[in-house]
């Protein structure tokens, strides 16, 4: 069999292995590069050892402490790393289908090569089945048509064309950086990057087309970025970047975060139009609202486009997951009176979907999250049986993750918040989201590397400073939340920066009236809510926390589904059920005002009925003996 070489020393060094065949990938390790049907992909150094790691003893189980010793020096990693690696090398055997990698629990991984099929072989194959072909056609056209197979394929290939540059030096340097480090970022998350290679014949045609041009301005730089569908012959995005000259060397960085994001969530839908094509113009224009969706560019119009589209593909599951995602986005924004009707029509497009594409995990994610919050049990349950299904979907891991939060099992959300961002690590709200947990569980220097991620990713997107301030608050450290928010830039406008810096000056002085006088003087955000909610805590106010706990978690939970619905629409957007559950609040807990809270926002049946959560555990809270 064409193996490489079995090497001597655990440690791993891709210039001393020669290129190998794994079933029809060809494997080339110096290059950093796989190959197959006529295609190639970029594989990053790391990712690269790991698949060398495995197959030099495929069919056998690689323990993670060896995959450490062989690809990492046996450096100490975090499980987040390893996970991403195996992640991504599962995107490429399922792209390939040259071979599969299997999670031995509690031991490692095993890869199995999947045998090419000699021409002899194959032949005689093809005369056994062909009477049998023959004889099923009719029974098998009837259940396509009955059942159509629009499960979980490869996603979508992007070619990758070089960027131009005008306008000087610094211009053709930015382009140029941005043609490798896009790339990168782009094999990083997963996605199929085209680029073809002289002599290896007819290259395999793109899904879509990623071309983007550089110029310097007037002391700045501009970049102009655009997606072209070639599938369905349409302009799916184009963004305009501008920098001040002396950051340009972040662009190339912030446009493969943004090429990333929009690519991931796109490509995973255009898998669903592969194999059961519809209509090329209808389903080119969804694409096109989604993305201006995801990007928030146009929430609202979006909607009303996908619904209107929507309406005229009842059997493309790319349509009708659309408009059920978009509908759990838009609904905040929605006139109270336009909700339940919008409700309605994104739950039927959920359930549409999910009969059209069963094998495809994200179909789960639209109809938990299109019901009130206080449905936990049976949220976790529909996601985790997606995850099951799919675990490679791009929103599946990142919805387990909330619903943990969300019941205050944090320590297991860690595990899936790992997972949600190796499957899209440029994400804006994907990273502020870990920020807030890691930040939350106490995980400070973690906390810390993702915020700066998002801010030299995503310069303008202010709710990681939110998001951020929400961690802090989790762990009732009023103290490092005030500091922060008093470093912020003067353009982020999150949170009242004069109130929090006062509170926080009553709570150290221990002026608890002062805090109370403080955060019911007049209607207040969520966001200082929160702040005055912990710091209400702090001061030994527990009247003044529940005064404020009353209005940050009204009845969610109800009997009658119908009245559950109207609780869920009058306002959709709220503090995470989460909070509840955090350090800060502990105090909170071990009164008995806390458990009618508990019991109106589903919590205690949850609680009751499913799993319990972290403050139940080894440092169990007298509240516990309730559940």
């Known amino acids: 069999m064409d193996r490489p070489r079995l090497i001597a020393s655990p440690s791993i060094d891709l210039s001393e292995r020669s290129s190998f065949r794994l079933g029809k990938l060809h494997v080339e390790p110096l290059a950093r590069e796989v190959h197959f049907d006529h295609r190639s992909e970029r594989v990053e150094p790391l990712v690269m050892k790991v698949l060398v790691a495995l197959a030099e003893r495929r069919g056998e189980v690689v323990t993670r402490d060896e995959l450490i010793d062989a690809c990492w020096d046996g450096r100490i990693v975090g499980e987040d790393v390893v996970n991403r690696a195996i992640l991504l090398l599962r995107r490429i055997a399922k792209a390939s289908g040259a071979f599969t990698i299997e999670t031995v629990p509690k031991s490692g991984y095993r890869l199995t090569e999947v045998q090419r099929a000699s021409r002899f072989g194959r032949r005689l194959r093809w005369a056994a089945l062909t009477a049998l072909v023959a004889a099923a056609a009719a029974t098998a056209l009837l259940w396509l048509r009955q ?92 963004r305009r970047f501008s920098v001040p000259a002396e950051q340009a060397k972040n662009l190339p960085e912030q446009i493969g975060a943004f090429a990333a994001t929009s690519l991931a969530t796109t490509g995973a839908l255009m898998a669903l139009d592969r194999e059961r094509p519809g209509d090329r113009r209808l389903t080119g224009e969804v694409l096109r609202q989604w993305n201006m969706m995801i990007l928030f560019e146009d929430p ?55 009969t059209l594409a069963p094998g495809y995990g994200d179909v789960a994610w639209p109809d938990c999250m299109l019901h009130s919050p206080a449905r936990l049990k049976e949220c976790e349950t529909s996601l985790r049986k997606a995850y099951a299904v799919d675990p490679d979907s791009p929103f599946i891991a990142a919805g387990i993750r ?21 499957a899209m690590p440029y994400m804006a709200g994907r990273l502020a989201a870990s920020t807030m947990l890691l930040e939350g569980v106490g995980l400070r220097g973690r906390a810390d590397q993702q915020f700066k991620k998002v801010r030299r990713w995503w310069p303008n997107f202010d709710l990681a400073f939110a998001a951020r301030i929400e961690g802090m608050l989790d762990r009732g450290s009023i103290e490092d939340a005030a500091r922060f928010v008093a470093t912020m830039p003067t353009d982020v406008d999150v949170i009242d920066r004069n109130a929090v810096a006062a509170i926080a000056a009553d709570v150290s002085a221990q002026r608890p009236q002062q805090v109370r006088t403080r955060c019911s003087s007049q209607p207040i955000e969520d966001s200082l809510a929160y702040f005055c909610l912990v710091a209400l805590v702090r001061s030994g106010d527990p009247d003044g926390a529940f005064a404020i706990a009353d209005l940050l978690f009204p009845t969610l939970a109800a009997e009658d589904p119908k009245v559950e619905d109207r609780l869920f629409l009058a306002q959709p957007l709220r503090v995470g059920l989460g909070v509840l559950s955090t350090p800060a609040l502990a105090p909170l807990r071990a009164d008995p005002r806390f458990i009618p809270i508990a019991e109106r926002v589903g919590l205690m049946r949850y609680w009751r009925d499913t799993h319990l959560p972290d403050f139940c555990g080894e440092k169990r809270e007298s509240v516990c003996s309730k559940f």
Do not use: C
């Open 147 to 238: 059942h159509p197979d629009q499960s979980h394929p490869p996603i979508a290939v992007v070619e990758l064309t070089p960027f131009a540059s005008a306008g000087g030096a610094l211009a053709s340097e930015t382009a140029q950086a941005s043609d490798s480090i896009v790339a990168d970022m782009l094999t990083n998350a997963g996605l199929p990057v085209l680029r073809p290679r002289r002599g290896l014949g007819q290259a395999q045609p793109s899904d879509l087309r990623l071309s983007g041009q550089v110029r310097s301005v007037s002391g700045r730089v501009e970049a102009y970025l655009q997606l072209d569908d070639l599938t369905h012959g349409t302009l799916l995005l184009s």
């Open 300 to 354: 609202v119009g979006a909607y009303q486009s996908v619904e209107r589209l929507a309406g005229q593909m009842p059997n493309s599951a790319v349509a009708q997951l659309s408009l059920a995602m978009i509908t759990n986005h838009v609904l905040p924004l929605l006139a109270p009176g336009d909700r339940m009707a919008a409700l309605t029509k994104g739950r039927a497009a959920a359930a549409r979907a999910r």
């Open 402 to 422: 909330n619903q943990l939060v969300s019941v205050g099992r944090f320590q297991e959300a860690l595990a899936y918040d790992r997972l949600a961002v190796a």
